[in-house]
């Protein structure tokens, strides 16, 4: 009888598989197997941060051991008097820019002579403007705008008018004094509103507070005006003028226009154009403007000043007019009728 072969040959290749699977397990160690291992040390500890210094007892001792710390640097005001601290420490700026409430000004100065207190700041009851500017001539308090020099006569230029003359600083640096240019120079303006270029106009000083304000008025109220024309304004202004500065005049002034008044007489006989006038002081009679000069100088002989000043006024207006008068009649063209 004849075996089927395939079974046997099944239970074979199952034997060979389970000898190659059992062959390839690792065994678990036993107890005593595992006890004679070495175990492995755990890994150590880092510190990162550093040790704690324990607090110190005494502030004296830590300042010892850390005399550079901010405690021992920073902190020494409270317990120590403002000199031992600004003998510790001279450059601070408690030391250095303290406000001078803790010192007088002058001591503060002697210290800080560079500080802005004692440069540029006047301190107000310390020191007159006079030591200030002594001692710091060159600050912007003791530059101050040099003074215009004044002058005595202005010769007239295309475009120019009283206003603008008197409006300048080398004359009056006020355009409402011109009124003044005008009272002195009435020989040579015959209005107000109408000079010519080449005229000198003289300027004069030393006048009175009421002469410049009577000036100054006259321009604010002087109304209406037309070129070529002396407006009734003008000539009372002129009046009124002549009557203020006669009643202030002293005895200088009076004696000053009587020499004008002499010299502008010269020029008007010299010129043919002397006139006569009527005054009050010559008895009211027509007299010679000489004759009226001598009046004058008797009144201030006499101790009236003003009277004299008066009289001489107008005697050096008459003068100025009458040659002025003079020059125009020996340059006028002949006219036919």
Request: proline share 7%.
């Amino acid at each position: 009888m004849r075996m089927n072969a395939t079974p046997i040959r099944t239970l074979l290749a199952l034997a060979s598989i389970a000898v190659v699977a059992t062959g390839c397990v690792t065994a678990k160690p036993t107890e005593t197997e595992a006890g004679s291992a070495t175990a492995a040390a755990p890994a150590p500890a880092v510190s990162m941060a550093p040790a704690v210094v324990a607090a110190v007892a005494k502030p004296d001792d830590w300042c010892d051991r850390y005399p550079d710390s901010f405690e021992c640097e920073d902190a020494a005001a409270p317990v120590t008097a403002p000199d031992d601290w600004c003998e510790k420490y001279p450059t601070s700026f408690m030391c250095q820019e303290e406000a001078p409430a803790v010192a007088a000004p002058d001591d503060w100065c002697e210290k800080y002579p560079t500080s802005f207190i004692c440069q540029e700041e006047v301190a107000a009851g310390q020191t007159s403007s006079e030591d200030w500017c002594d001692r710091y001539p060159t600050s912007f308090l003791c530059q101050e705008e040099v003074p215009v020099p004044m002058i005595s006569a202005y010769v007239v230029q295309a475009g120019d008018h009283l206003w603008g003359i008197s409006s300048q600083p080398k004359v009056y640096g006020d355009p409402y004094q011109w009124p003044l240019l005008f009272k002195r120079n009435r020989a040579d303006i015959t209005d107000a509103d109408l000079i010519y270029p080449g005229q000198m106009i003289q300027i004069e000083r030393d006048m009175s507070d009421a002469q410049i304000q009577e000036a100054i008025d006259h321009a604010r109220s002087r109304g209406a005006w037309v070129l070529g024309v002396v407006e009734g304004s003008d000539l009372r202004y002129l009046q009124a003028a002549g009557s203020t500065d006669a009643a202030n005049a002293t005895a200088e002034q009076a004696a000053a226009m009587i020499a004008q008044a002499g010299a502008d007489l010269k020029a008007a006989k010299a010129a043919k154009g002397e006139w006569r006038i009527l005054d009050s002081a010559t008895g009211g009679s027509a007299v010679p403007l000489s004759k009226a000069l001598k009046a004058a100088q008797k009144l201030l002989d006499g101790g009236d000043a003003s009277e004299a000043y008066r009289l001489a006024q107008r005697v050096s207006e008459s003068a100025k007019l009458g040659a002025a008068q003079s020059a125009e009649q020996a340059s006028a063209a002949p006219t036919y009728n």
